[in-house]
C-alpha cells in the first residue's frame, strides 16, 4: 500500500514571492506522482506528473515538482507566485496494486497568497 | 469542450432520506469514481467502474451504493444519509485503470444533511 503525507495544511505567502509545497509518499513498489489544483466550489484540476524521465517536471500555470527517489518527496514549487494561484492543492500516488491503478491522495495543503 | 458533468452541484437531504447524485461524462472513458471529501480532508475513494465491473472499496460503507447503466453515466446512491454522510462527492474518469492515467474530476455535489 502506498501513502502520501503533505506536511503544511496551510502556506500563506505575498504575492510575487516564491512557493514550496512539500509532499512525501511511501510505497513499497514504484509510483506515479501527481499533483493537483482545487480551486473553492470546483473539483480537482491536473497540475502536472511524473511517470518516469526527468526528474523536474513542469506543470501549468508556471509551476514545477522534482521527483527524488531517494528523500520519497515530490515537492510543487512556483518562482512567483499570484492572488489567482489561491486554490487548494493535493499530491497524489498511483502505484499498481491487484492489476490497477489506484491513485492515493494527500490531505492537501492550503495556499494563500496575499497582496 | 469534453468533460465531466456533475447534477445538482448543491443537495440537500434529511437525515434517512435516500438521495442519489449523478454524473455524467463526454470523454468516452471507461473507467469512472466515486470520491467523498469532507472539509480539510483528502478525497475518498468509495468505489470505481472499469467498464462495467464494479470495485468497492474496503472500507466503503453498504450505505452507499454506486449504478452505471451506461458509459457515460453513473449514479451515487446513499440509501439512509446521516449527519456523518455530509460532504462533496466527486466524479471523476480516467481511460484506463491498468494503464496509468491522469484523473478528470467533475465539480462536485456539496451533499448536506438536516
Redesign the interface.
Known amino acids: 500500500a502506498q501513502s502520501v503525507t503533505q506536511l503544511d495544511s496551510q502556506v500563506p505567502v505575498f504575492e510575487e514571492a516564491p512557493v514550496e509545497l512539500r509532499c512525501n509518499y511511501s510505497s513499497s513498489v514504484s509510483v506515479y506522482l501527481f499533483w493537483y489544483v482545487q480551486y473553492p466550489n470546483q473539483g480537482l484540476q491536473l497540475l502536472l506528473k511524473y511517470l518516469s524521465g526527468s526528474t523536474l517536471v513542469k506543470g501549468i500555470n508556471g509551476f514545477e515538482a522534482e521527483f527524488n527517489k531517494s528523500q520519497t518527496s515530490f515537492h510543487l514549487r512556483k518562482p512567483s507566485v499570484h492572488i489567482s494561484d489561491t486554490a487548494e492543492y493535493f499530491c497524489a500516488v498511483s502505484a499498481l496494486s491487484g492489476g490497477s491503478y489506484i491513485p492515493t491522495f494527500g490531505r492537501g495543503t492550503s495556499l494563500i497568497v496575499h497582496p | 469542450d469534453a468533460m465531466?458533468i456533475?447534477n445538482p452541484?448543491y443537495q440537500v437531504t434529511q437525515f434517512g432520506k435516500p438521495v442519489t447524485l449523478s454524473c455524467s461524462q463526454t470523454l468516452n472513458h471507461n473507467v469512472m469514481y466515486w470520491y467523498q471529501q469532507k472539509s480539510?480532508?483528502?478525497?475518498k475513494?468509495l468505489f470505481?467502474y472499469?467498464d462495467k465491473d464494479f470495485?468497492n472499496e474496503a472500507d466503503t460503507p453498504d450505505n452507499f451504493q454506486s449504478r452505471r447503466p451506461n458509459t457515460s453515466f453513473c449514479f451515487l446512491d446513499i440509501r439512509s444519509p446521516g449527519l456523518g454522510d455530509a460532504a462533496m462527492y466527486?466524479c471523476?474518469t480516467s481511460n484506463h485503470?491498468?494503464?496509468?492515467?491522469?484523473?478528470?474530476?467533475?465539480?462536485?455535489t456539496?451533499l448536506t444533511v438536516t
Open positions: 465531466v456533475q452541484r480539510s480532508q483528502a478525497p475513494l470505481h472499469y470495485n466527486l471523476a485503470p491498468r494503464e496509468l492515467s491522469e484523473q478528470y474530476f467533475g465539480p462536485g456539496r
